[in-house]
């Protein structure tokens, strides 16, 4: 109640309410591919290596008054530059890919916490990005938000065909002549362009969390991709918003109450279809 009191009354309730639904929109979309073709450990190491991104942009603005270096800008720069490594990595170094992509993850970090270290007056800035403070979300972050869902989305409803055979047999997809190599690496793309979406809402710790919990539990409710890109979608703005409604009033974090919600609602619908097959079982006997 004290979140639908102040929400007509403060901008930077109703900017967080947008961001959430913007993030939850392409979380569903790309977390469902992501899910599907099982790549959630360079999913995870493309979030990390955004800390570089943001730390490299506050240092350029407040060290050498650069104001073109936004932190979004720096992340989407990052979350690119690696989502091509890794994807290069992968596609070239299959026995050695776990620990390339250890390693990158590892380094990204490191290079963003060198970046935030130096730069005057802004390390208390990196629990905000390691753990997300969706309440301090700006217009212009969500205009650049806006530009990175269409992006995401179009490109998603554009090529679904293609990511869904690079997704789903990626042998069959070879013969029947598609450029599997390429899509791959715009699939990467797609997920470095969410992550960074989903870091302004839960922080880099959390994003592979909400990149994959609401696209886990569309996948028990649905058979189609399409159905579980949907529900996945509505899923993430529905937790995001309970998330922020009900840590506003006893000023909890946002973030990792979203992600709390959204794993007590995962484990809750794998209970739940363990007692219906359970109970099948039962009267089938």
Not at 145 to 154: A, E, K, P, Q, T
Not at 201 to 220: D, E, K, R, S
Not at 235 to 252: E, K, N, R
């Amino acid at each position: 109640m004290d979140f639908l009191d102040a929400l007509p009354r403060f901008a930077f309730l109703q900017h967080a309410l947008l961001a959430g639904v913007l993030a939850g929109v392409a979380c569903g979309v790309v977390g469902s591919f992501v899910v599907v073709r099982r790549i959630t450990s360079i999913a995870g190491a493309i979030a990390h290596c955004v800390l570089a991104g943001l730390g490299a942009a506050r240092w350029l603005q407040v060290v050498h008054g650069q104001a073109w270096a936004s932190p979004m800008l720096g992340a989407v720069a990052a979350a690119l530059t690696a989502a091509v490594l890794i994807g290069v990595i992968s596609l070239r170094a299959k026995e050695r890919e776990d620990t390339l992509i250890g390693a990158l993850w590892a380094v990204g970090m490191a290079v963003g916490i060198l970046f935030i270290a130096r730069t005057p007056g802004y390390d208390q800035d990196l629990m905000s990005y390691l753990f997300g403070n969706i309440l301090l979300v700006r217009g212009s972050d969500l205009w650049l938000m806006l530009v990175l869902d269409v992006v995401v989305v179009v490109l998603c409803i554009a090529l679904y065909p293609q990511l869904q055979a690079v997704c789903f047999d990626e042998e069959f997809a070879r013969l029947r002549g598609l450029h599997v190599e390429l899509y791959y690496l715009l699939l990467l793309g797609l997920t470095a362009l969410t992550v960074v979406l989903l870091v302004t809402v839960v922080g880099i710790v959390l994003v592979i969390a909400l990149l994959t919990l609401p696209a886990a539990i569309a996948g028990q409710l649905t058979s189609t991709l399409r159905g579980m890109m949907a529900a996945a979608a509505a899923l993430s703005i529905a937790f995001t918003i309970t998330g922020l409604a009900v840590s506003y009033g006893p000023d909890l974090p946002a973030g990792a109450t979203t992600i709390v919600i959204a794993g007590l609602a995962y484990l809750g619908v794998l209970a739940l279809r363990r007692l219906i097959g359970a109970a099948r079982a039962s009267r089938a006997h």
